[in-house]
């Protein structure tokens, strides 16, 4: 129910809803003949990340709508381009499997409350939750797709088995391309089995000095763990809302105060020998240390993949991917009132900005850039409501980029200007 | 051997070739440039032997700065270019233009940095496989993707083919272990794609270029993820009376939840081939077997692996043997990357084909392989990667007999197109190069094909990096598909092919 309400209520005037591909590529041939720029979206549930459109009209993927084929043994399920991904998730728990890259529910960032969206959309941004270092992100799940290109035409690439290397893997290409090179119509995902169990270790009271190196070490050890993050309570930033330990109320969290959470999935078995030998290996004290069940254990990282800690926050959010390495040094250097929690082992900091401007924004990007990473704006706020550069490029790959956009969409009808301007 | 229509050859460009080499010995040191045609001989084929072309140039540059050079004075000058890593690509990717220059990576053999804090390493792209998880052994780390020819194949090459392996089913293959290269496209531009961030940005130009056979870029720099190793491997050697019997077990093991390191599948014909040439200790008397290797911590092994005896003795398995130690299970192994060089024990020649089917057609590809046998009667041995469905049929023939030959052809091309009938696909590991390029109408429509071109003159407008290769120069789409080995004898002999 509460999807449907938050089914497009959008105010545009000139909001289409195509019923199928042929239609779809009608109106783009139409639109392309008459050099009219369009901006393509699924559910609108990411609508907002990236740069915002002026386009004549939307084209909404709402009506391409359903489960095209669903092939547990083949680990596979194909849908329509505008299929909700709360029913994607819902067949697949039936059958005890997954999309292993966790995709990330943004409706508690940008409005306090689930609001899932599309298939397309999850494949357009490719932004992955917990367990992507270990299984790779959504474009690592993706093994076919079918979709309508700036002329009108339907292309396809890749098809429904794993091992595939007939021509360019578009896959990919689609993939956090922001419905800039074609309008997505059918996407074939690779589905995995689901864990039995889910375990998590929490580490209580740990700074940014000491965390990331427990994150590095628990993922270079042979215990195979599939999520690790730090959760601070520092620094304390007065703008934002320090809510980690409102957020994460869990029965079996033995204290208040920063949490250091690494997950386990397997077999019941494995699972508890695995929980005891991560235990060893890292030293840690019983007092200090929580252990969370499957059931607390699922509740906690559905929190921190869905980004609750930012809940309907009206504060700049943005996202940093740098070399684990790198990630305390960074933290270090940035302005110390950011609020902020670590994804990936290190490899990913979500931070929330209050009181943003372009220039700081820049900069926090120039120290990115030297620790080789980037940054990438996802929520904008009141007092920062457009940023010129939402993501990061280089001079040599903006223009290969602009290459690839003309050979999809060489009027640049498209979500023109979405990623960056000229493309 | 099957003629093959190559781009037309430019007699301009041909009709310089001294101008050309001096040129080019501006740009790097003058001994790594060759073009007398003694030089040029080991460069005129790749793994995919049957076919010959001696290149008009080699060069060897020593660093990325004079790749960017030598791309940027061949694009200007109208020049074709054929990038080669180590050459054992079975699809004629590497196969080069009697009118190009035949640009080598071996001089880029060293690996850069081992970073075990970002768990990566920096490596040139000439550096073999294997040589990266050897690099990291010590430490417990090793390279997921293992393609069978490993001990020779160059990373770049691996970048280039997106090359798999036996564990690609629950490691993925190149693509999925990859963080970053360093590209040159054939205007000459430099640039870095992705590096030791999980994720880039924008476009995904990594994903684009992995797989592409060397059509839009060269690649002078490679960054990969390395995995530590799993705790525990063992490997189950599985007979079964019928095919049927085998393939069910195959859907039947991915459906109740686990996912193998590794899924081989071999018919009678290979199983009894392969255990006289290395005398693994194969059930000689099943129609058909697997062996599935699971890896991960001790106890999830050796739950995993009663599960997987139940799920073998529901399906009629005839024996079941778990490995005891690392010793055998490697026994096991060795038996199955023989099954190339035994077929050469079996017949004169033999062609193998790549083909990638959904499992549960396993059972139905096979025995449509096995009424084909019949129909050209050609014998043929069947390997599988059945847990991703990628098939390798072997068809034995003695190309002596003319009409064998263009029987052996019609078989090969009716296996590919009955892949692409029941949902699969053209090739799962070896690419299209020449040897598919005809095909890949069978799979794509024209607006697919067209699309894929536009990426190319995208980034390449004269179409002079690796052309040819890939997509039909020929209407009638549909003739060749195949690697021919001639007396056991491949290009490289000593690769295990598996």
Known sequence: MEEKLNSPTFQDTDLIYPESEKEVSDLIKKFYKSNIPIEIIGLGSKRNIGKPLQCAK??????LNGIIEYLPEELYIKVKAGTRMSEIEDILEKNKQQLAFEPIDFGYLFLGKSNYGSAAGQIACNISGPRRFKVGSARDHVLGFRAVNGRGEIIKSGGTVVKNVTGYDLSKLICSSYGTLAALTEITFKVLPAAEESKTLVIHNLSIDNAPEYLDKAISSSVDVSGAVFLPIHPICNDCEMSVEKTFKLNDLKNLGSLTALRIEGTKKSVNERMESLKLFLNVDEKNTSALDTFQSKILWKKIKNLELFSATKNN?????????ECTKLIYELPNKFKYFVDWGGALIWMEACELSEGKFNSIRKKVLKHNGYISMIKYSDYLPYV??????NNARFNISQ????????KRILNPGKMYTGI | MTKLQMPKIDRKVFARKDTIVKDLKKIVNPEYVLDHKDELRPFETDGLSAYKQKPMIVIFPENTDEVSKILSYCNSEKIKVVPRGAGTGLSGGALPLADCVLLCLGKFNKILEIDYKNRCVVSQPGVTNLSITQAVQDKNFYYAPDPSSQIACSIGGNVAENSGGVHSLKYGTTTNNLLGVEAVFMDGTISRLGGKTLDSEGYDLLGLITGSEGLLCVITEVTVKILKKPEEIKAALIGFPTIEDGGKCVTEIISSGIIPAGMEMMDKELIRATDNFVKAGY???????????????????TELMERVKKISQKNKATSIKISKNDKERLKFWEGRKAAFPACGDLAPDYYCMDGTIP?????????????????????????FHAGDGNLHPLIMYDSNDKKALAKT???????????????GVLTGEHGVGIEKR?????????????QQIKIKKALDVSSLLNPGKVYPILRKCAEEGRVHIHGGKTKFPDIPRY
């Not at chain 1, 010129?388 to 490029?393: A, L, Q, S, Y």
């Not at chain 1, 956009?405 to 060489?410: A, E, L, R, W």
């Not at chain 2, 129609?287 to 699971?294: G, H, P």
């Not at chain 2, 052809?409 to 029941?422: A, D, H, S, T």
């Open chain 1, 58 to 63: 939307t084209l909404s993927l709402f009506k």
């Open chain 1, 403 to 410: 290459d690839i956009k003309k050979s999809f969409d060489p």
């Open chain 2, 438 to 450: 005809e095909l890949m109408c069978e799979m794509f429509n024209n607006n697919d094909i067209q």
């Open chain 1, 388 to 393: 010129e550069d939402v993501f990061t490029i």
């Open chain 1, 317 to 325: 959010i943005f996202r940093i991917v740098i070399p684990p390495s």
């Open chain 2, 359 to 383: 499992r549960g057609k396993l059972a139905e590809v096979l025995k449509e392989i096995q009424s084909l046998s019949k129909k050209y009667n050609l014998p043929v041995a069947n390997a």
């Open chain 2, 283 to 301: 059930p000689r008397d099943a129609e058909s077997m697997l062996i599935v290797e699971l890896d991960g911590t001790e106890s999830d092994v």
């Open chain 2, 409 to 423: 052809e019609k078989f090969g091309e009716e296996i590919l197109k009955y892949c692409v009938k029941v949902g």
